[in-house]
Each structure stands twice: as C-alpha cells, then as structure tokens.
C-alpha cells in the first residue's frame, strides 16, 4: 500500500513538473481591447445621465435600429447596397448619442470640479471631518453634483464604512477628476497628514488652468471639426436624397455600384477618425478606478 501511494506522489510530481512547462497564455490583445471598450463604453453611460440602461441594452438597442433600418432600406429602395450602408449608420447612431451626451457632460463637470474641491478644502479648514465635507456637498456644491453626493451620504449613514461609500461614489460619477479627488480623500482618511489642505488648493488650481487651456483650444478648433463632420455627412444626405428617385439607384444594384458605396464608407471612416485623432484632445484616463 506504501509503495502505491508512494508511486502514486511521485507520478503527481512529474506530472506538476511537465505542467509548469507549460505557461497559462496570457489573455489576447483583442478580448484586452474588448473590454477595455466596453468599460468606456459603461462609463459613457453613466456620464450620459440615461438612466436604466445598460451596456447589452444599449447594444441590443443598436442592433435593433440597424436591423429595421436595413428592412425598411431594402424595402423601399430595392437597392441592398444603400440599405445597408444606411443600417450600419443607424446602429452606430445610439452609442454615438450615448458618447456625445457623455463627453458634453463630461466637459461641463471639468469647469465644475475646482469648485468641488475648494468646497472640500473649505470644509476641512473649517474643522469638518473628511466624511462630512463631502456630504454637504449634497446641499451646497454644484446643482450637477448634488445628486451623486446625496446618494453618498446616504450610503455612509446607511453602512458607516467611508471607503465602500467611496467606491460606490466613484461609480456614479465615472470621472478621471473624481477618481484622483477621491483616492487623494481615501489616503488623507487612511493614513492622515497635514499637507491635504495645500494638496487640494494644488488640484483646484490645477483644474481651473487645466479647463482654462481645454476651452481656449476647443474653440479654436471648434469650427474646422464642424467643417470636416459637415463634409463627411454631405454625401451620405445627396445619397439620401437620390434614393428618393428610383431611376437613381439603378447604378448601385450593380457590383460597381456596391464597390463605390463600400469604398466611399470606408474613405469617409478613415477620414473621420483621422480627424478626431489629430483635432480632438486627449481625454483623461481612468487609471485609478
């Protein structure tokens, strides 16, 4: 019996051996990408203000409207290239309203922040203890932000633990700003210190040049992006129109004409994002989420 069960260990350790050979792979750079764009994406939606939707309703919601778009294209037009260039652009047409009402909001809170934070730092100067400085937030900070605070300070009377009430505060407001301002809290509560009044008079100043910059240059560019979005619809809408006559569309129920849509959607796309990429700012990370 010994020299089974001694057998039997040693085969377990030859085969632990040959196991370690073998190295769990690491998950791929697309599913990192994936996830990484369904986050933002999450993120997105909370900053949008939409509430009761979630990320698989939204993008269920898009297949939804490309689908009936698509049926209704073919329907009318009997021309499957136009239908379906005008499907794609229906599906894409709720996350980019999604996005666009998030990065409006998220605009509006960066001139917002630097008064949260001087709020904060007044409180703290004042004798309040860090807990209670932000829960008067709910009552005299910014009209935006006193819903996200009021839900904290229920959450802290309810549960008494600040740094899960924290957590839950970071997830509503889904903001870069947010997230240093809070963790900056978090340590100061955790481990104290006497500098978070100048740390915070540092972030406020910070924030205020930092939005000052972001609205001088956005308004400088402000026309030629509207011009490039403008210039990139402009064909879409002349198609729009000419789907309107049938004698029109003759020339796209043919491979040719399939060709020029496919290779004007693909000019217009890489046109675009390369717009964005070179006119638009960089946009703050959430590295500490």
Partial sequence: MSGALLGLVFGCGLACIWWSFWPRPEPSSRTGRRALLLTGLKDDLVLSGIRGLGVPTLLALSAGAGLVVLLLGAALTRTPAIAVAFAVMAAVAPIGYVRARARKRRAGLRDLWPDVVDHVASAVRAGLSLPEALVQLAERGPEDLRESFAAFAYDYRASGHFSDSLDRLKERLAD?????????????????????????????????????????????????????????AAPWIVLLLMATRGAALEAYREPTGFFVLAAGAAACFLAYRIMLRIGRLPEEERVLR
């Fill in 176 to 232: 870069p700003v947010a997230d240093r301002l809070i963790e900056a809290l978090r340590i100061a509560r955790e481990v104290g210190g006497t500098d978070l009044g100048r740390l915070l008079r540092a972030l406020s100043a910070f924030l205020r040049e930092d939005a000052r910059s972001r609205a001088e240059l956005e308004a400088r560019q402000s026309w030629t992006v509207n011009a490039a979005r403008l210039a990139m």
